[in-house]
């Protein structure tokens, strides 16, 4: 079967590089925005970390004669000698260059994505020599704290939004909730919530007006075939961060203690996608980062640590259990252990994500059993699906006390729940573990491989979740929701579910990851509208207060 795939993949691959798409090659205005806008958030937030050190030794940086720079730009034949401090100053000069003067050794042809590019890989190169790795704890080292705020930077500064919270809308075409519309409805008695519902409903026609727009706005058929089929067959390339997957705030939270929490915007940080996978170095920069400042980063992953059968790897876009377990390796390492509150949850297992198969094939399972499955499931099982670290183990107790008393909120003892009852239960639950593994961190990442699919319907849960919060809230204090600040995050709300999709794949969101977001999302506003002993179970155990998207 894999000879198979591997001989069609030749045929419809025409001429493609081995990373950038066939259907790349019309390079669209949007596109190449997108990488010159991080590279001008890049360069700000860098620019001012290096003129806060410029006086430490402003000489030294240019040590490295002409000949070695020109050495270090040519990332792709980087020399074995890895020691030698000046290689790891020359690359951290390549991204000074661009930083500075938005160039790089006069090479001012250079688009956006070139310059991203060599931005990333040359913090990859420093964070790959030897001296780094003898220096990388150093809490006195200058040069090596700039390495690693630069990966800060590019993991958890970059913010994109008000370009994202317009990408969907200029793709689709589908026109923007506006202020008149929604005064109208609340004078014919339609509260917010109801609107709401309206728009997750809503939410189809944005999908199926993506699907019709033309080829230079996203990937045609035979451009999707082709990335699945590199998702498959290409492992050895895969390496999102340099694939069209760039990090960014995706949106920032508030928290019960008021505190900001970046939620960021993330492809799973991990390089090729068989025996030899690794962690790239820039996110354990990042991580070090981090723990140098004594901050924290919860990271919920959707990857499945299942191996996969023959048919879920040609279903499912291979087997992801490499990456998921080089994550869950990095979550005990003792460097990152401390810095890091890791889990995975399961979102594809036909059996329990799904409730088709196995001990959840019944339509109608007894909820006291089907809770005992699902508490031994979720925390005491391992490689199928789940895992906590260390740091995530420590909130074990809390999640299971939570979680018990979300299904006494939900359904009556005794009862027995049906399929859908079932997956709005997991999807809720999962809601809430990521809230309280969140409560520690500065940021947070909640992502599948690509962060476009499982991921994004689980950001647009927590979205949906925390901006009901903040409705419900101020009725309580007996006040009206601003209008004008219900449309914005309404339209901020619809963008943020399509908008990752287009742009790492220049595509729509996965139809069957929409829907499972649209059940439980109706499921959830009708429990909040209908069911006072789950509203009040939400209002008092739900912790994120308030979610911007500016």
Known sequence: MKTFLFFLFLLLSFKSAPVVFAAEEKIDVWKDEK????????SKEFATVLRQNININQQEINKSNKKEVRECLNIENILDDKDNNSRYLCYLKNISEIVLNDDLLNQSEMNGREKYYTIVKNIRAALST?????????????????????????????NIRPFVNELTFKVSKYPKISLEKVKEEKDSKINLLNYLEQVVVELTSVHKKILEAPNEAKIDRLGKIKQTLIGHLKDTNF??????????????????????????HLGTPTIRNDESAE????????????????????????????PASMFKWITRQGDESYRAHCLEKLSADLEFRKTLTFAALDKDSDDFYWQKSGAFLDEYIYSKDFYKKFEERVFNSRNKGFFLSDAAVNHKDQMISLIKSLMDSLYPKGKYLSRSERKNFIELAY????????????SLNFSCKDDIDRGTAAKAMLFLATFTKEILDTQKRGEDYDPKLFVEKTN?????????????????????RLKRFQEVAIFFINQIKTNKQFKEFFINNFNFTEVSAK
């Not at 990488?35 to 890049?42: A, D, N, Q």
Request: proline letters at 2%; charged letters at 25%.
């Open 431 to 442: 809601l809430l573990i990521m809230d309280n593994l969140s409560s520690d961190s500065y």
């Open 492 to 512: 901020h709300f619809i963008s943020s579910i399509f908008a990752d999709a287009l742009m790492v794949r220049k595509r729509e969101i996965i139809d069957e």
């Open 279 to 306: 962690v790239n170095p820039e996110f354990k920069g990042f991580l070090k980062f981090l723990e140098k400042n004594n901050l924290k980063h919860t990271y919920v992953s959707f990857q499945s640590n299942i």
């Open 130 to 158: 030897n001296f780094y790795m003898a220096n990388k704890d150093s809490t006195d080292n200058q040069w090596i704290s700039l390495i690693q705020n630069a990966s800060f930077i590019l993991y958890s500064q970059i």
């Open 35 to 42: 990488y010159r806008l991080v590279v001008r958030e890049f």
């Open 239 to 264: 390496d999102p961060i340099l694939q069209s997957n760039v990090p960014y705030q995706k949106l920032i939270y508030k928290y019960k203690n008021n505190k900001d929490k970046l939620c960021l």
